[in-house]
Each structure stands twice: as C-alpha cells, then as structure tokens.
C-alpha cells in the first residue's frame, strides 16, 4: 500500500483561493481536490450550496488525484477548515476507509514544501455503494423531537444562534439543535454521544465533516450528515430557532 497526501485547502466564496495555494507550496507529491468543484456538487435550490458529488463524479476526481484501491490518503486543508474531513468523509461514504486527516493541516507539516504541479500517478478509483450514513431534510424535519436522536450544529455559536447571518437567507438552527462547533470539535457531551441516532449539520456540508471526524474518533461512526444543512433548510422555508 502506498500512501498519497491529497491538499484540501479552499475559501468559502472563493474556488480557486485552494488551488493557488498548492500552487505556492504542498507536502511534496500532494495532488490537489476541490472543494467546490470536486468535492460537491453544483449549488442547486433543493441541495444547499455543496451537494455531494455522485460516485461518478467522484470517482473520476479521486482517481486523477492518484487514489486507488490500495492507496492510504492522508488529506490535509488550513487546519481543519472542514475541506480535508469532507475527503475523508467521502471516501468513508464510497467504501474507502483508508485514510487519515492530518492534525493542525499544513502548519503541522514539517518537512519541505514543493511549488507548481505535482507528477500525480493516475489510478482507478472504484466506488462502493454509498453508506447509509445522510440524511434528508423530509425525513429529519418529521424525526426532529424523536427520542433518542440529536442534532448537531458546528456552526459558530453566533450563527447557530441567530445572532448574525452571513450566507443563507434566515438566521437561527433546526430546532432542538446543540451546538459542537467545529473550531472546538475535540470533545463532544455525553448526551450526544450516548444517543441512540446522531445527525450533524452545518452551513452547507463541509465543516459538519470536522464533527463527523471527531465522533468517529470517539467511537460514533455511525453518526449522519445532513448534506444540504442549513442552506438546505432555511430555503425550503422550515421551522427555525433563534436564541
């Protein structure tokens, strides 16, 4: 098995911000994935602003990136800036379970950085059916108040609490919703790990994935992601909470 070090760095707003970055120094050998353009889907009005990528979209981009069968891939972005986790979450959906995030992202990287492209070894990526690990904004809505199921929010606490609104278009969280923002996803409480269910969510999708690593961590692989999360949500009009 060989290993292949994949840069997961992006800026919400920006799509080519990630790209310019592996251009200007990665890990050396790092091939380069894009949030937005590879690691999601098109924004669309039923979806949120990063759907996930279908098998053959992401089949096509992980096998360019040099990931295949027995490739182990360490992703790494800014430091947990959800882009590296929303890989290793992908893969996991896909049936590639082999692969890591690196901790603190390239600032924990310690050797030399290489500049411009990279010669990246082509391989075959073959996905699996994807995992019964998301859920839909129908099914969540009618289980939300459902004994034994938690929702985490990983946004910010301001804008889980409605305080302030930089993207979507109404402010607030699903109702119920606890807050485990991801910045501090090191530990989670014991309520929401001893759930029966566990669905986490965020503005659109990425950063959900830092929580959705943690928890795995600490024993809840099981744990669900609402895809479309809150730019999903506040389009189709559901009931929100402020406060």
């Given at each position: 098995m060989?290993?292949?070090?994949?840069?997961?760095?992006w800026e919400l707003g920006n799509p080519d911000r990630g790209r310019g970055?592996?251009?200007a120094g990665h890990i050396p050998g790092a091939s380069f994935l894009n949030v937005e353009r590879e690691l999601s889907s098109p924004p669309s009005p039923v979806g949120g602003r990063h759907p996930l990528p279908g098998p053959e979209q992401f089949a096509e981009a992980a096998g360019r990136a040099g990931i295949g069968e027995d490739v182990f891939v360490v992703a790494y972005d800014q430091g947990m800036s959800g882009g590296a986790a929303r890989l290793w979450w992908l893969l996991r959906h896909f049936g590639h379970p082999q692969a890591?995030?690196?901790a603190g992202g390239l600032?924990?990287?310690?050797?030399?950085?290489?500049?411009?492209?990279?010669?990246?070894?082509?391989?075959?990526?073959?996905?699996?059916?994807?995992?019964?690990?998301?859920?839909?904004a129908e099914e969540?809505?009618?289980r939300l108040g459902e004994p034994g199921v938690v929702v985490v929010d990983a946004r910010a606490p301001e804008r889980y609490r409605g305080e302030v609104e930089p993207i979507d278009p109404v402010a607030g969280r699903i109702?119920?919703?606890?807050?485990?923002p991801y910045v501090?996803?090191?530990?989670?409480?014991?309520?929401?790990?001893?759930?029966e269910e566990i669905v986490v969510y965020c503005g659109s999708g990425i950063t959900a994935c830092v929580d959705l690593l943690a928890l795995a961590a600490a024993g809840r692989e099981d744990a669900k992601l609402y895809a479309g999360s809150w730019s999903d949500w506040s389009?189709?009009?559901l009931p929100a909470e402020q406060g």
């Open positions: 060989r290993y292949q070090f994949i840069d997961c760095r970055f592996w251009l890591a995030v690196l600032a924990a990287w310690r050797g030399p950085l290489e500049e411009g492209e990279a010669v990246v070894v082509r391989e075959e990526f073959a996905p699996s059916a994807p995992r019964a690990d998301t859920i839909e969540l809505e009618r109702p119920g919703a606890v807050n485990v501090t996803a090191t530990s989670f409480p014991a309520d929401v790990l001893e759930a389009s189709r009009g």
